[in-house]
């Protein structure tokens, strides 16, 4: 039908309407949806106190995964980490008290042994070798949280840090982290499959924890 008048045209009742249409959002929603979808070209957004504390735990534990895995042996290592390699790849039994647990994290990295070991001449060995390894940096990561806790727990809040006490706190921190990273019986640990990197890794975790429930 077409409307009579003053021209011609056609009914706005009889136009379709798209089912994909949905209405715009309004108020709280429109400004959530722009802030988060939005392409803004303002200038770059001001590096956070957060952002830095995490790029400073990112550098840290880069850096000694690189230094335990530039360092770290591709083949099966003297006295028990032969036995410990054996057990991952097999799930047998080793000596008391066993480590059930790191053999079943050992023989997770030992499945990956074609991807993971692939240019070791020991595939396998190289593996559970990199168990330690990636145990190891963690736990200097989380020795790095834990030197920061205690900092808060002398200076107060991040909120309320300076500029000053900030860099304090994680370069205390990232040296305080990286010289146990580099300590002989540490280091030695870190690069061959041992149950002792991972026993520090939980050692750690357990400290950092408790500090955290003390400031819940």
Not at 121 to 134: G, K, M, Q, T
Request: hydrophobic share 50%; proline share 7%; with cysteine.
């Amino acid at each position: 039908r077409v409307r009579r008048g003053a021209g011609f045209g056609i009914c706005p009742s009889l136009v379709p309407r798209a089912p994909f249409l949905i209405p715009r959002p309004r108020g709280a929603l429109a400004r959530r949806l722009s802030s988060r979808f939005a392409f803004s070209h303002g200038p770059a957004p001001r590096m956070t106190g957060k952002l830095i504390d995490r790029l400073v735990a990112a550098t840290v534990f880069v850096y000694s995964f690189v230094l335990y895995l530039a360092t770290m042996a591709e083949t099966t290592p003297f006295w028990d980490s032969g036995e410990f390699i054996a057990i991952s790849n097999g799930l047998e039994v080793s000596h008391p008290p066993g480590a059930p647990f790191y053999m079943l994290v050992g023989r997770l990295f030992s499945m990956l042994s074609p991807i993971l070991g692939a240019s070791s001449p020991e595939p396998i060995a190289f593996s559970v070798n990199l168990v330690s390894v990636l145990c190891s940096a963690l736990t200097i990561l989380v020795t790095h949280l834990v030197i920061v806790r205690l900092v808060r727990i002398w200076t107060g809040h991040p909120d309320t840090w300076t500029p000053a006490q900030r860099i304090g706190a994680n370069a205390g921190g990232a040296i305080g982290a990286l010289t146990f990273a580099a300590t002989d019986s540490f280091w030695f640990n870190a690069v061959e499959a041992e149950v002792y990197a991972m026993s520090m890794l939980f050692t750690a975790l357990v400290v950092w924890l408790a500090l955290v429930w003390r400031d819940a």
